[in-house]
């Protein structure tokens, strides 16, 4: 596929500049440019899609009809393009900078919480061998560019020059700093069980079918990790940092137009992030569940593993992030670090140590 759309995407664009054949050099970087694109589109259209799917699932749960006239060509077709009429309407919209801001950091906040978001994907493996770059450190990588986020959060907060968004900024530092180490050690877990930094031989330690894949024997871990996974995206039930009723939308108060959209691009983007990422570690990835599982395993469809398989997993995870906006109250900020500090990393490191016993002692059918 990504040769496909080189030769007869970039290869023509590039000749129109080029006068002498293609060398190595250009040909892989049109490989490059062309799976950054294959990979970026469909990120960013399922980020604003996650939107529409917010307002519509949790229309549906408390008993709204949620976005349902913008759709396209004359018909509503259930409200489809009220993304992109949002997208207009904020890519027209003004961006107003605070006269006393600092209008260089102010400017560089937002596109410091997005970029490591979209950066991260470089390592994220789709398929067997279907990865932009194949890294034997990509589980570091993922850890070095998550931990960038919260500079975005604390940048914005400072240059705004306002004393409601810095407090904001800084209750968002604590709660992210708070979650991110208790995801830290729960990815330390599996690579402990993997036995590798590679994020596809993680998917290949859990091959066969669901019992063989890590949730069962890291089932504290990965529920730790996927709700540490919220709160680190501040996300409900644990958005403090932006709580209306208390600060003021938080960080971002001063933002308006594209400024203050691309904050909310990077919170759906590290969600979809997050829910990759639970499936990959925790969930074989694009493995099949029924894989080695007798008459099921034998379907075609059933059997075969496949980036299908990655994306329904995704998609659970994403539902249970709109689910839980639409159920849980929001808690109190000292229940928040509370959980984060003084449950969450203690049972992480208790934890390590168990996977640590499981893994030297062989126990089947997970570490054999």
Known sequence: MFELIRDNLWSPLVGMVLSSPYDGYVVYTLDIITKIVVILIPILACVAYITYAERKIIGFIQGRIGPNRVGFFGYSLWGLGQPIADAVKLIFKEIIIPTGANKTLFIMAPILSLAPSLAAWAVIPFNDGVVLADVNAGLLYLLALTSLAVYGHIIA????????????????????????????????????????????????????????????????????????????????????????????????????????????????????????????????????????????????????????????????????????????????????????????????????????????????????
């Not at 993997?194 to 330690?205: C, K, Y």
């Not at 940092?241 to 990077?266: C, K, L, N, P, R």
Request: glycine letters at 8%; one cysteine or more; proline letters at 5%.
């Open 157 to 368: 907060g400072w240059a705004s020059n306002s004393k409601y968004a810095f407090l904001g900024a800084m209750r968002s530092a604590a709660q992210i700093v708070a979650y991110e180490i208790a995801m830290g050690f729960a990815l330390v877990c599996v690579l402990i069980a993997s036995g590798s930094l590679n994020l596809e031989d993680i998917v290949r330690a859990q091959d066969g079918s669901v019992v063989h894949w890590f949730w069962l024997p890291l089932l504290p871990i990965y529920v730790l990790y996927f709700i540490s996974g919220v709160a680190e995206t501040n996300r409900a039930p644990f958005d403090v940092a932006e709580g209306e009723s208390e600060i003021v939308a938080g960080f971002h108060v001063d933002y308006g137009g594209m400024a203050f959209s691309i904050f909310f691009m990077a919170e759906y983007a590290n969600m979809i992030l997050i829910s990759v990422l639970t499936a990959i570690m925790f969930l074989g990835g694009w493995l099949s569940p029924f894989q080695g599982i007798p008459l099921l395993g034998d379907i075609p469809v059933l059997g075969e593993s496949n980036i299908i398989w990655l994306l329904m997993k995704t998609s659970i995870f994403l539902f249970l992030f709109l689910w839980f906006r639409a159920t849980f109250p929001r808690y109190r900020y000292d229940q928040i670090m509370r959980l984060g500090w003084k449950v969450f990393i203690p049972i992480t490191i208790v934890w390590l140590v168990v996977v640590s016993v499981l893994v030297v002692a062989q126990v089947p059918p997970w570490f054999n």
